[in-house]
């Protein structure tokens, strides 16, 4: 059976990223999704492999989709300014990203609030290499952690990278994910404001290096 072409593929991956959308992860089956675009049971298991790897493609997708977004937004904003201006804009730029993504990419933003990575990556059907691709994600994040890092203080020790992440991660989640507040214009004042106030705050120092205690025998 002909591996279904790129456009069919999208196609494909856009129908069940509204099915996961409109009524829930659990609806997302090879079944429901041949139903909503004609597309034969056959053809849709040879391009994505099983059930969870058809969900984990279309995670995937959405998933280095925000991250391109979110890279651009501190691109753009590092190129508008410099010195640690810029980067604070930067950071917010960052924290920002979430909401944005979900204005400019509702479905795919309320996708990935909807399926669970976790859960995906403990899925023993999802196949390594899809898995891998999953996972090197955090890599990607935290290359933009350690960036901000230094150009916020010129450091990317632990402490100042969580405080990075602090800022683009956790206060984003709070004010904006955990509760699935519309991302309107008040909500994203309050997390810029928010990422304001604890960069204000200089990081703890960067953790010492203990030396080995030498024991005489």
């Given amino acids: 059976m ?10 494909l991956m856009n129908a069940a990223e509204k099915l996961a959308v409109d009524s829930g992860p659990a609806s997302v089956t090879v079944r429901a999704l041949s ?7 056959g053809a849709i298991y040879h391009a994505f492999g099983s059930r969870a790897g058809l969900v984990g493609q279309v995670w995937l997708r959405a998933a280095q989709r925000f991250l391109t977004m979110q890279s651009g937004a501190v691109d ?8 640690q201006s ?7 730029a960052a924290a920002d990203s979430p909401a944005r993504f979900l204005l400019e990419s509702p479905v795919s933003g309320r996708f990935l609030l909807a399926v669970r990575r976790n859960e995906l990556l403990d899925s023993s059907d999802l ?3 899809l898995a891998a691709d999953i996972r090197n994600l955090d890599n990607t994040l935290a290359e933009l952690f350690v960036r901000l ?13 969580d405080v990075i992440r602090d800022c683009v991660v956790e206060i984003p989640s709070a004010l904006l994910l955990r509760g699935r507040r519309t991302p309107d214009a008040v909500v994203r004042q309050r997390l810029a404001a928010a990422v304001h106030a604890l960069l204000a705050l200089e990081p703890p120092p960067p953790p010492s290096v203990s030396t ?3 024991v005489d025998k």
């Avoid at 002909?2 to 196609?11: A, F, G, I, Q, S």
């Avoid at 139903?35 to 049971?41: A, D, G, L, Q, R």
């Avoid at 810029?86 to 917010?92: G, P, Y």
């Fill in 2 to 11: 002909p591996r279904p072409r790129v456009h069919d593929l999208e196609r």
């Fill in 35 to 41: 139903e909503v675009t004609s597309v034969s049971n």
């Fill in 76 to 83: 753009a904003a590092l190129e508008r300014g410099h010195g």
């Fill in 86 to 92: 810029a980067a604070i804009e930067a950071v917010i």
């Fill in 127 to 129: 196949s390594n290499d």
């Fill in 149 to 161: 890092s230094r150009a916020m203080w010129l450091r990317a020790d632990r402490n100042a990278v």
């Fill in 212 to 214: 080995p205690t030498t």
